[in-house]
């Protein structure tokens, strides 16, 4: 019978293994539980919190302190873990894309982070196909550029008016309007929100 593994998070265990990743070049090893051992001790730790709330006296309002200091300092280093492990994983793709290597040890990626290595590196290697070896070989990149008014109708809501509407001002004071009934107008979607929220416009879906 395989022993089962009872893998104890607790902050000195995060802190030590961020220190690990961080003096090491390698991608440290991980129990593959990882993720969901760390999400079942923040909520451990949340739940205390909560608890906490519920007492007034002076012990318990600096012990509650206490805990929500530390929630932050657990969160910040999961953070940095993540974006260490990250920039390991993504120079790991880089280098396998840019010279085909075979020699690739993902031993010790977690299961969400083979995901994420294996789509980078079908997206780095695509690119390098489609605009590297085509320009090498006298060809225009094979890839859609987006245009800049599609780009941009991405940053607005399109929206028809209900009724007419004064002039607005936007969040970076830019003027809009005034609008008559039945108009239409790209908006910023938090100003698009807004009216459609008021009933003073609606959605115009498909421009």
Request: glycine share 2%.
């Amino acid at each position: 019978m395989v022993e089962q593994k009872n893998v104890v998070i607790t902050y000195e265990t995060l802190y030590e293994i961020l220190r690990r990743e961080k003096s090491r070049e390698q991608l440290q090893q991980l129990d593959p539980s990882f993720f969901d051992d760390v999400i079942t001790y923040l909520a451990e730790k949340q739940n205390t919190y909560d608890s906490s709330l519920k007492k007034t006296d002076m012990f318990s309002i600096a012990e509650r302190d206490a805990l929500a200091q530390q929630l932050a300092n657990i969160r910040k280093i999961l953070k940095e873990l993540y974006e260490r492990r990250e920039r390991k994983l993504l120079d790991i793709a880089l280098n396998k894309s840019r010279t085909s290597s075979s020699l690739v040890d993902t031993a010790n990626m977690l299961p969400q982070e083979q995901t994420f290595f294996d789509e980078t590196l079908t997206l780095l290697s695509a690119y390098r196909e489609k605009v590297l070896h085509n320009v090498s070989a006298g060809r225009r990149p094979d890839v859609i550029v987006a245009s800049t008014a599609v780009v941009q109708s991405k940053r607005t809501k399109h929206v028809q008016f209900l009724h007419d509407v004064d002039q607005i001002v936007g969040e970076e004071m830019e003027l809009y309007g005034p609008f008559t009934r039945d108009d239409e107008a790209e908006l910023p979607p938090i100003l698009a929100d807004i009216l459609i929220d008021k009933g003073s416009a609606k959605e115009v879906e498909g421009q």
